[in-house]
């Protein structure tokens, strides 16, 4: 029996050839990033691992997986074990033991959806893993409606999204669907405007702006609302998100409810058209606009503008107060929210005299029904500890922290999944 | 002896070749199917870009696309063409002319996202600078007509510009090279100065892979997405001035396909079928000129 011990970037594998049987091999001893797991021998039959179905392979799912595996290891340049010593059968076994190796031994949750939440879910994910290390949590930030579709073709364990579900889209979902908020924005007005450290902006203001009716700095509608400040002869340089973006959705969706010309002309949706202005390829490319023109201003995240150290507008809420954008605020604004029984609802135009009028909550998405118990209960304990720990770290990331009263919501919510 | 396993191999892999471009085009037509059925040819002459009113056509970007990457050629092809003719001629001793066209055609090895912010951060200032002057002294002029804008149609051009300077420079260098070494000793033995040889005599005769080469470098230009997606400000209205926002038809498909649904995806899918067909059409030009001139200049080689 030889014994062939080969090193990749994610681990050590021994693959044993079983002198009898040819085309048989053992493959133990998997662990990633060069730590040893304690072994657990499977036979891995090459007919199954380029995808056949055998009745005696339990771990590999299906050829995608491999191929994937195979493909990405191509992809980072980590070089396929010591080829002039191996049987080329053996690599197939590799690929598989990876996989079998990975997937016996940690509980992996694959999750993809909206681009806005992930630094904090990948960090939950992170942060999780250090809690507990058997289970490993992959999020990928493929955008909402991508992830609305992976979640409902089935191919993640959870989804993400900033706009939710819809009837229509949760219909399709023949497991049943329940949505969790996980955290939540706040959209800021961010403005570049040399000496003018202080903004409010009324509401007739920030309509105007983007409808391209007001298109000075100095205008009486933009004045009016700042006694005393030094507003310059500039023309306002509109900067708008050209992807499509939930955050483009929440936004519009306020400045819809708020002015009824903006709702006709302009309306409300992930990507829309807007009379005036540039579009910024995403958060990033919007914040480079409005840093590097004197006279812009622009629709992004808090935690960009708070990060890349802009000025932010205070808006007129629906009271009549000008609220500035941050954590209280944002807070005042989710704790007003009476949540329905499917916890899906915007904070459209918030009432109360404290609350900051643009924010949005963002969810997860998960099945009513599992099949497999032992995912069911890591993916369980993973979005607890969001709800729970994982709310310390939204802060610093510039995201707002869901009140407690949302978190036992949610929690319930989670407790109806099986 | 058994079948030849070479020859089937590269069978297999020219049929395979073939028929992923055909799966490709399969792919995008059927998924372009109810935006083509829908729209129809309108699509193409229609400039409202409204995706929450399902309403859709694709002239401004037509337009962009066109205009971009024929600005693009426009700087490329003399900076190119004279850096080629300097790189083959024996100006600078031959260590050199090597060192400068390495560094040449390293540019073509800078990932598309690194134009992309080296464009945001160094090309949109010195843009916003000029398209501030050219709007207070030419803006008569409706291609500066104001008000200037960094991310701007000009910013997009220029970076386009540079990435396609490679294709351009090493397609047409090679072509000069290849120039017969008797051609050009014959025109210096009939008393030709180094320009009336170069002018006269090997630019005609490189003529074709020139052509090759600008025709590559053009088709480059239009596929572009990235770096074009970060600066050309992704707007959909039409405006004469170079100055003002555009977009491109792979800057649309790039910025919008993750988060579409429905129609918009039918729609941008048609979009992607005219890029392929626009490419297509070029590579065709490319193909029909380059073989007019290699015929015309024959006779010289």
Request: contains cysteine.
């Given at each position: 029996m030889s014994e062939r011990r080969c090193e990749m970037s994610m681990g050590m594998i021994f693959v044993r050839k079983v002198p009898i049987l040819n085309n048989i091999f053992i493959a133990h001893q998997v662990g990633i990033a060069g730590t040893p797991i304690a072994?657990?021998?499977?036979?891995?039959?090459p007919a199954q691992l380029v995808g056949w179905k055998s009745p005696l392979c339990v771990d590999c799912d299906n050829f995608v997986t491999i191929m994937s595996l195979a493909v990405r290891n191509v992809w980072y340049g980590i070089p396929f074990p010591t080829i002039k010593t191996m049987k080329p059968l053996s690599f197939f076994a590799i690929g598989a033991a990876l996989l079998a190796g990975t997937s016996a031994n940690a509980q992996q949750l694959s999750g993809a959806g909206a681009t806005f939440p992930a630094p904090l879910y990948q960090?939950?994910?992170?942060?999780?893993n250090k809690v507990n290390p058997a289970v490993q949590v992959n999020y990928q930030s493929v955008g909402s409606g991508a992830g609305v579709k992976n979640f409902t073709a089935g191919v993640v364990d959870f989804?993400?999204?900033?706009?939710?579900?819809s009837d229509t889209e949760i219909a399709k979902v023949s497991k049943g669907v329940v949505l969790i908020p996980a955290t939540a924005g706040e959209i800021v007005f961010a403005y570049n405007l040399p000496g003018v450290?202080?903004?409010?902006?009324?509401r007739e203001a920030m309509a105007g702006i983007y409808l391209g009716t007001i298109a000075k700095w100095n205008d009486p509608a933009i004045a009016k609302a700042n006694p005393g400040a030094k507003l310059p002869d500039l023309p306002i340089q509109v900067a708008y998100r050209s992807d499509g973006s939930g955050t483009t959705y929440v936004f519009t969706q306020h400045l819809s409810a708020i002015s009824?010309?903006?709702?006709?002309?302009?309306?409300t949706d992930k990507s829309v058209t807007f009379p005036v202005g540039v579009g910024g390829k995403g958060n990033e490319g919007v914040t480079a606009l409005v840093k590097q023109s004197p006279g812009a201003v622009g629709y992004v995240e808090y935690g960009y503008a708070k990060g890349n150290g802009l000025a932010m507008a205070s808006l007129e809420n629906k009271s009549g107060k000008f609220i500035a954008p941050g954590e209280e605020s944002g807070a005042s604004t989710l704790a007003n929210v009476k949540l329905p029984e499917n916890l899906r609802i915007w904070p459209v135009d918030p009432e109360g005299d404290t609350d900051y009028p643009i924010a949005s909550f963002t969810w997860l998405l998960l099945y009513k029904k599992y099949d497999d118990a032992a995912k069911l209960k890591a993916l369980k304990e993973f979005v607890t500890y969001g709800l729970t720990t994982g709310q310390g770290f939204a802060s610093e990331l510039g995201y707002i922290p869901l009140p407690a009263p949302v978190v036992e919501k949610a929690k319930a919510a989670l407790a109806t999944v099986q | 002896m058994g079948p030849d396993f070479f020859r089937v191999l590269c069978w297999v892999a020219s049929a395979a070749a073939v028929a992923t471009l055909g799966l490709i085009v399969y792919e995008i037509v059927s998924g372009a199917w109810p935006a083509i059925q829908k729209f129809g040819l309108g699509f193409l002459g229609s400039s409202s870009w409204v995706p929450n009113r399902e309403n859709f056509g694709v002239f401004p970007f037509i337009v962009g696309t066109a205009v971009s990457s024929l600005i693009a050629i426009l700087f490329a092809f003399p900076l190119g063409l004279a850096i080629a003719i300097f790189l083959?001629?024996?100006?600078?001793?031959?260590p050199v002319r090597q060192a400068i066209r390495f560094v040449v055609e390293m540019l073509a090895a800078i990932p598309s996202v690194v134009y992309g912010l080296w464009g945001i951060f160094v090309v949109i200032p010195l843009v916003k600078v000029f398209g501030t002057w050219a709007v207070a002294n030419l803006g008569s002029i409706p291609i500066f007509s104001g008000p200037a804008y960094g991310n701007s149609m000009?910013?997009?051009?220029?970076?386009?510009?540079?990435m396609i300077l490679p294709t351009m420079t090493a397609i047409s260098r090679s072509a000069l090279t290849a120039v017969p070494k008797t051609l050009r000793e014959g025109a210096y033995a009939l008393g030709a100065t180094r320009w009336e040889a170069i002018l006269g005599v090997i630019l005609p005769t490189a003529a074709p892979g020139i052509v090759a080469a600008t025709i590559l470098a053009l088709g480059r230009a239009m596929g572009e997405t990235m770096a074009v997606a970060m600066l050309i400000g992704n707007s959909s209205r039409l405006s004469w001035s170079l100055l003002s926002p555009g977009g491109t038809l792979a800057g649309l498909l790039a910025n919008q396909f993750g988060e579409a649904e429905g129609m918009q995806v039918s729609s941008l899918m048609y979009a992607a079928l005219i890029l392929v067909v626009?490419?297509?059409?070029?590579?065709?030009?490319?193909?029909?000129v380059l073989r007019y001139t290699q015929k015309q200049t024959a006779g010289i080689r």
């Amino acid at each position: 029996m030889s014994e062939r011990r080969c090193e990749m970037s994610m681990g050590m594998i021994f693959v044993r050839k079983v002198p009898i049987l040819n085309n048989i091999f053992i493959a133990h001893q998997v662990g990633i990033a060069g730590t040893p797991i304690a072994s657990k021998n499977r036979r891995l039959f090459p007919a199954q691992l380029v995808g056949w179905k055998s009745p005696l392979c339990v771990d590999c799912d299906n050829f995608v997986t491999i191929m994937s595996l195979a493909v990405r290891n191509v992809w980072y340049g980590i070089p396929f074990p010591t080829i002039k010593t191996m049987k080329p059968l053996s690599f197939f076994a590799i690929g598989a033991a990876l996989l079998a190796g990975t997937s016996a031994n940690a509980q992996q949750l694959s999750g993809a959806g909206a681009t806005f939440p992930a630094p904090l879910y990948q960090r939950w994910g992170v942060e999780y893993n250090k809690v507990n290390p058997a289970v490993q949590v992959n999020y990928q930030s493929v955008g909402s409606g991508a992830g609305v579709k992976n979640f409902t073709a089935g191919v993640v364990d959870f989804g993400a999204s900033d706009a939710a579900m819809s009837d229509t889209e949760i219909a399709k979902v023949s497991k049943g669907v329940v949505l969790i908020p996980a955290t939540a924005g706040e959209i800021v007005f961010a403005y570049n405007l040399p000496g003018v450290d202080k903004l409010n902006l009324s509401r007739e203001a920030m309509a105007g702006i983007y409808l391209g009716t007001i298109a000075k700095w100095n205008d009486p509608a933009i004045a009016k609302a700042n006694p005393g400040a030094k507003l310059p002869d500039l023309p306002i340089q509109v900067a708008y998100r050209s992807d499509g973006s939930g955050t483009t959705y929440v936004f519009t969706q306020h400045l819809s409810a708020i002015s009824k010309d903006f709702d006709e002309k302009i309306g409300t949706d992930k990507s829309v058209t807007f009379p005036v202005g540039v579009g910024g390829k995403g958060n990033e490319g919007v914040t480079a606009l409005v840093k590097q023109s004197p006279g812009a201003v622009g629709y992004v995240e808090y935690g960009y503008a708070k990060g890349n150290g802009l000025a932010m507008a205070s808006l007129e809420n629906k009271s009549g107060k000008f609220i500035a954008p941050g954590e209280e605020s944002g807070a005042s604004t989710l704790a007003n929210v009476k949540l329905p029984e499917n916890l899906r609802i915007w904070p459209v135009d918030p009432e109360g005299d404290t609350d900051y009028p643009i924010a949005s909550f963002t969810w997860l998405l998960l099945y009513k029904k599992y099949d497999d118990a032992a995912k069911l209960k890591a993916l369980k304990e993973f979005v607890t500890y969001g709800l729970t720990t994982g709310q310390g770290f939204a802060s610093e990331l510039g995201y707002i922290p869901l009140p407690a009263p949302v978190v036992e919501k949610a929690k319930a919510a989670l407790a109806t999944v099986q | 002896m058994g079948p030849d396993f070479f020859r089937v191999l590269c069978w297999v892999a020219s049929a395979a070749a073939v028929a992923t471009l055909g799966l490709i085009v399969y792919e995008i037509v059927s998924g372009a199917w109810p935006a083509i059925q829908k729209f129809g040819l309108g699509f193409l002459g229609s400039s409202s870009w409204v995706p929450n009113r399902e309403n859709f056509g694709v002239f401004p970007f037509i337009v962009g696309t066109a205009v971009s990457s024929l600005i693009a050629i426009l700087f490329a092809f003399p900076l190119g063409l004279a850096i080629a003719i300097f790189l083959s001629e024996n100006f600078l001793a031959l260590p050199v002319r090597q060192a400068i066209r390495f560094v040449v055609e390293m540019l073509a090895a800078i990932p598309s996202v690194v134009y992309g912010l080296w464009g945001i951060f160094v090309v949109i200032p010195l843009v916003k600078v000029f398209g501030t002057w050219a709007v207070a002294n030419l803006g008569s002029i409706p291609i500066f007509s104001g008000p200037a804008y960094g991310n701007s149609m000009l910013t997009a051009s220029i970076v386009l510009a540079l990435m396609i300077l490679p294709t351009m420079t090493a397609i047409s260098r090679s072509a000069l090279t290849a120039v017969p070494k008797t051609l050009r000793e014959g025109a210096y033995a009939l008393g030709a100065t180094r320009w009336e040889a170069i002018l006269g005599v090997i630019l005609p005769t490189a003529a074709p892979g020139i052509v090759a080469a600008t025709i590559l470098a053009l088709g480059r230009a239009m596929g572009e997405t990235m770096a074009v997606a970060m600066l050309i400000g992704n707007s959909s209205r039409l405006s004469w001035s170079l100055l003002s926002p555009g977009g491109t038809l792979a800057g649309l498909l790039a910025n919008q396909f993750g988060e579409a649904e429905g129609m918009q995806v039918s729609s941008l899918m048609y979009a992607a079928l005219i890029l392929v067909v626009i490419t297509l059409f070029v590579n065709l030009v490319g193909e029909a000129v380059l073989r007019y001139t290699q015929k015309q200049t024959a006779g010289i080689r």
